[in-house]
């Protein structure tokens, strides 16, 4: 089972971006999935959570401007972001729980860098 996160860049204060992480392999059932970061020199936390029925949590910090969904078709987590500020730089990993051959075991992705500046 391998975990491919993707979209991140450069985006302005104020603008938006989506990434997305997609999983491959031999998979049976994907339980939550889940979208962490960590800025330079800081701890990695929790950006946001969904779970296989679709409900979600989001980490304190976010004031309501970042949206997670998942396509369970496509064993796909994505993480809309919208009003970025500079203090939202940071390699963004995503996290998913997944039954397979080998039983039920959460997998993370490789990071994909956000970086806001103007």
């Known amino acids: 089972v391998q975990l491919q996160a993707s979209g991140g860049g450069l985006v302005q204060p104020g603008g938006s971006l989506r990434i997305s992480c997609a999983a491959s392999g031999r998979i049976d059932t994907i339980d939550n999935m889940a979208w962490h970061r960590q800025a330079p020199g800081k701890r990695r936390e929790l950006v946001a959570m969904?779970?296989?029925?679709?409900?979600?949590h989001y980490g304190d910090s976010l004031k309501g401007r970042f949206t997670i969904s998942r396509d369970n078709a496509l064993n796909t987590v994505f993480l809309q972001m919208n009003s970025l500020e500079p203090e939202d730089t940071a390699v963004y990993y995503c996290k998913m729980s997944i039954k397979s051959g080998w039983g039920l075991r959460d997998y993370w992705g490789q990071g994909t860098l956000v970086t806001v500046s103007s």
């Open positions: 969904i779970t296989s029925v679709g409900g979600t």
